[in-house]
């Protein structure tokens, strides 16, 4: 079975500091990630995806993702983060054996702290 | 602004009342879905509708009923609802006509606020 963990439920990080939100998966055959952002009373944001290709993922308001395949890992950074920034964060993978299915991590809160 | 509409934004409804959620999109996507999501938790799937048709229900029980009318329009229509089916309801679209399904992502509105009282 397809599944995406999320083990933070929350992350702090200073205003500028790098941040890391963690996602690892577990699929069978080739992984399709998918990171989406929500902002309180909207609905979720597409950030990036990967499909297949390089390892490091450029997205939206300058997040990236790196593949890791020996770790399994899909984890979501950016260099600098701002106050905005703060939010609900989602890895997902797409059901390869149901593909119009998409399974959610059950997130992570990022705060940015001023 | 999403490019994915639901209407309305808020609702409140008695357990007796019978309701409707809209969703429209115009991106020419071929899958439409709705989710519910509880507060601070993932989106749940209830239903995928792909080229029109009904393809996944996860086991919603049937005082959730979906429509989709055509290829840009997501109903779902509400029937004695349970106070605890209150939750943000999203509707989602995904795929354009000429791309693979797996690259697809989703496209999601802002929602619907349900209150079943």
């Known amino acids: 079975a397809q599944s995406v963990a999320q083990p933070e439920d929350q992350v702090n990080v200073a205003e500028g500091n790098p941040l890391t939100v963690k996602c690892t998966y577990s699929v069978s055959g080739n992984p399709y990630l998918f990171w989406y952002v929500q902002y309180p009373n909207r609905g979720l944001q597409f950030l990036l995806k990967?499909?297949?290709?390089?390892?490091l993922v450029k997205g939206s308001y300058g997040f990236e993702a790196e593949f890791n395949k020996s770790q399994t890992s899909f984890h979501l950074k950016k260099p600098s983060a701002l106050v905005s920034d703060s939010a609900l964060y989602f890895c997902a993978v797409r059901d390869m054996n149901r593909d119009d299915k998409i399974i959610f991590g059950k997130g992570t809160r990022l705060h940015i702290l001023p | 602004d999403t490019e994915v509409t639901q209407t309305p934004k808020h609702l409140v409804m008695g357990m007796t009342n019978k309701k409707s959620l809209k969703c429209e999109q115009h991106?020419?996507?071929?899958?439409m879905y709705w989710y519910k999501q509880k507060a601070k938790k993932p989106p749940e799937l209830m239903f995928v509708?792909?080229?029109?048709?009904?393809?996944i229900n996860e086991s919603v029980p049937s005082r959730f009923s979906p429509e989709c009318p055509n290829s840009s329009l997501l109903n779902l229509h509400l029937h004695a609802l349970q106070p605890e089916d209150s939750a943000l309801y999203l509707c989602a679209s995904s795929q354009d006509p000429e791309g693979s399904s797996y690259n697809s992502p989703l496209h999601f509105g802002n929602g619907t606020r349900l209150t079943v009282t």
């Open positions: 991106m020419g996507h071929r899958a």
């Open positions: 990967y499909i297949t290709g390089d390892n």
């Open positions: 509708y792909s080229y029109e048709k009904l393809s």
